[in-house]
């Protein structure tokens, strides 16, 4: 017999000796496997079997972390030491190891039942600690004067974020990015002066919306086939006139037709500090989203804007997500953006849902670095074209 062959026996005798509770016999037989077969991760967690078995904590522990130096994700050694912490009231330390068994675990059909049972009980207990770590913050943020309805509502959202009831989103234009710009998902509509009188026209510019809307042949698909382009990635929405647009000023120039259909529109946008980059920015569209269309999650191109929806049309079961944060649309009220942060929006009504879209430069871009900007987005513009 080959020493791997007996080391192998030692093993099926280290097993069976657990198995009828002799955990003196099975510690002997493991110690004798790890001390040929450092590396043997197995033969470390029937050894720390064997050790819990004879309530040698120390030595469990210590054969634990060898299992788990060797294989990181072994499920069942991180589920034993969560109990361990667990049982020793060591929250915080339960809850990582229960969390690690969660997030490690693989698929779960291609699981032991056996597993698979673990992984369930990670997952209660994992849940029990956070309500339990929950409930521990907002009652000692309570007694220091925390109101989630009246304070900081950055305060409010690290602390979201900081339970996992939110994710962290980052600007990820597809085309520009300008630096060390803050990373906001909504501005609120108080920040802007000018925008309560564009605000007090929105009935002026509904009526001539529906006149537009009655015109079947007005709007075109938002996401068009671009031959020049690599094809965008919006599944049905492509060329589709569920997601559909009637522009006003689209890349930075004025739709003479479109314009002269809506004058008071046009004569409303006039106080407005549209983003200006010739060739590229702004756009100024009706934007309709037909019932049961879903956007879905996507990026703009650059950072240096703002994109602002004047809801005009508007039904239930219509809302904006902008990273972690969702807002429904509510007629006359503007929502303010960054649309270089994952977004997506629905329409679940029976119903149009029409807004009117448009663009602005960041507030915190000096005059200069939006000139810069546009001077820049121009040179890219005439770069590679037959003089």
Not at 157 to 163: N, T, Y
Not at 194 to 206: M, P
Request: glycine residues 6%; negative net charge; proline residues 6%.
């Amino acid at each position: 017999m080959t020493f791997q062959a007996d080391l192998n026996q030692l093993g099926r005798a280290g097993a069976e000796a657990l198995g009828r509770q002799d955990y003196g016999a099975a510690g002997v037989l493991f110690e004798q496997i790890v001390a040929a077969r450092p590396q043997d991760a197995s033969a470390w967690y029937g050894l720390a079997l064997a050790r819990r078995g004879l309530v040698d904590e120390a030595g469990q522990l210590s054969a634990l972390d060898q299992v788990l130096s060797a294989h990181p994700g072994h499920l069942p050694a991180l589920l034993m030491k969560a109990d361990h912490f667990a049982a020793r009231g060591d929250g915080r330390a339960a809850a990582a190891f229960y969390r690690a068994v969660v997030a490690r675990a693989p698929a779960f059909e291609t699981l032991s039942s056996d597993l698979q049972a673990a992984v369930r009980r990670a997952e209660r207990e994992s849940a029990r600690y956070a309500q339990d770590y929950e409930a521990h913050l907002r009652g000692a943020l309570s007694k220091a004067g925390f109101d989630p309805a009246g304070s900081s509502q950055r305060f409010t959202q690290s602390l979201d974020l900081l339970l996992g009831k939110k994710q962290i989103y980052f600007q990820s234009p597809t085309a520009f990015y300008f630096p060390e710009l803050p990373q906001r998902q909504f501005y609120e509509r108080a920040e802007f002066p000018w925008l309560a009188e564009l605000e007090s026209k929105t009935g002026l510019i509904r009526d001539e919306l529906l006149s537009v809307v009655r015109d079947d042949q007005a709007f075109r698909p938002y996401i068009q086939t671009n031959a020049n382009r690599p094809p965008a990635d919006y599944g049905d929405l492509l060329d589709s006139l569920d997601w559909s647009a009637f522009y006003l000023i689209e890349a930075g120039a004025e739709v003479t037709e479109n314009a002269a259909r809506c004058p008071r529109t046009m004569e409303a946008l006039r106080a407005v500090p549209l983003s200006r980059a010739p060739g590229r920015t702004p756009s100024v569209l009706f934007s309709l989203l037909r019932p049961g269309a879903r956007i879905p999650p996507h990026t703009g191109q650059m950072n240096t804007r703002l994109i602002c929806h004047l809801p005009l049309i508007v039904p239930d079961g219509c809302a904006l997500r902008v990273g972690n944060e969702t807002r429904p649309w509510m007629e006359g009220q503007t929502l303010i953006f960054d649309d270089t942060i994952e977004h997506e929006a629905w329409n679940t009504s029976d119903q149009l849902r029409v807004v009117l879209l448009f663009d602005i430069w960041r507030p915190e871009l000096s005059l200069d670095e939006r000139d810069l900007v546009a001077a820049m987005l121009a040179a890219v513009d005439t770069y590679g074209t037959t003089p």
